[in-house]
């Protein structure tokens, strides 16, 4: 693995921008795995996968309405271990530590600070909280990437959690697969199956289509042949993949491996950030595209997470033109006008 800039000194020819990214104790630390690594470009100093994983000086400036916290986690957060932001889902911090940082991380206030795993006090809190609170009705792994922890961890995670409440909806929120995929070994799966009631779902995150390598598909494809749903969340990210050409590709290439392009997001205003954000124009543009070209299955949500923890709410622009006597009147996708009459009740 790399872990620090010296050692991406010797193995790329960095740009200015890149060699001018000043590390501090606030910064995400540098950390590439290999496999990641022998996908880059080395000659290509815009390399969609080179731009996710080095850090250039970008980091270093603030923008305006930037902050480490946009959405709020920290103070909807009852334990410093889980945040309860909506009502029938919490997200559990399992650990800090992910296999490789995203230069994009938009919890990178929590990310790689080297807090390491969750105690087994914080397990007990969390799981203290869920029987408590019985509206919850879903939990997300995160962190951090829970695949990191060790396979009998992660075992204990989750009988405990079902212990506390057996109906649980469990999302392993994971990147481990596009950056590590020899992480998911037949002993990881079977921690999974030794579970065969609990409804798991797996949440990817692969940015663009060269991610999607055969040992990745192959990596989900264990998920998936264990009973475990796969779905993937992207984050559109300006020079890794916003355009619709990328997007299609990778949209297409995902549902063909079985696994459901779910969201899209546009990203969060989080500080260090900004050279990866997308003009909402633009992504609505793109979104427009995609809907032309993409099947409904291969068809992600566009949405926002908005600031000031004001939640989720879905990015596209509007087909319905207005009402009159007839019934609503609509906008086809290639620009016509349609009408749809209310039934008469
Ligand atoms: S894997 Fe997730 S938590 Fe870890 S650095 Fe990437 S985006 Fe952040």
Request: aromatic letters at 8%; a negative charge.
């Amino acid at each position: 693995m790399i872990n620090s800039i010296e050692q991406l000194k010797e193995k790329l020819k960095l740009t200015e921008e890149e060699l001018s990214w000043k590390e501090s104790p606030q910064s995400l630390p540098v950390l590439i795995t290999d496999y990641y690594f022998s996908l880059l470009d080395p000659k290509d100093p815009n390399d969609a996968l080179r731009r996710q994983c080095v850090p250039t000086s970008a980091e270093n400036r603030e923008e305006s309405l930037e902050s480490s916290d946009p959405l709020a986690e920290v103070e909807h957060s009852p334990s410093k271990r889980f945040i309860h932001r909506y009502k029938n889902r919490i997200a559990l911090l399992t650990t800090d530590i992910c296999a490789q940082y995203c230069r994009h991380c938009f919890r990178r206030r929590f990310t790689g600070n080297f807090c390491g795993p969750l105690t087994e006090e914080d397990l007990k809190e969390c799981c203290s909280y869920l029987e408590k609170h019985t509206e919850v009705k879903e939990i997300l792994l995160t962190g951090g990437d829970v695949l990191t922890l060790s396979d009998s961890a992660i075992y204990h995670i989750v009988s405990s959690l079902r212990e506390a409440s057996p109906r649980l909806v469990i999302r392993i929120c994971t990147r481990m697969v596009a950056v590590q995929p020899q992480r998911i070994t037949d002993s990881l799966i079977s921690v999974f199956k030794s579970f065969p009631e609990a409804p798991f779902y797996l949440m990817t995150q692969f940015n663009h289509v060269r991610e999607l390598t055969d040992e990745a598909v192959k990596a989900v494809g264990k998920f998936i042949d264990a009973g475990i749903p796969a779905m993937n969340q992207s984050v559109l990210l300006r020079g890794v993949n916003d355009n619709a050409d990328d997007l299609e590709e990778l949209c297409n290439a995902l549902v063909f491996n079985r696994i459901k392009p779910y969201y899209l997001f546009q990203g969060d205003l989080v500080t260090g950030t900004g050279t990866f954000r997308v003009p909402l124009e633009r992504g609505l543009e793109i979104e427009k595209q995609l809907r032309e070209r993409l099947s409904g299955l291969a068809m992600p949500l566009y949405a926002a997470d908005l600031p000031d923890g004001g939640g989720k709410v879905p990015l596209c622009g509007s087909y319905i033109e207005g009402k009159d006597e007839n019934g609503w009147i609509f906008r086809t996708l290639d620009g016509q006008k349609r009408i749809y009459p209310d039934p008469q009740i």
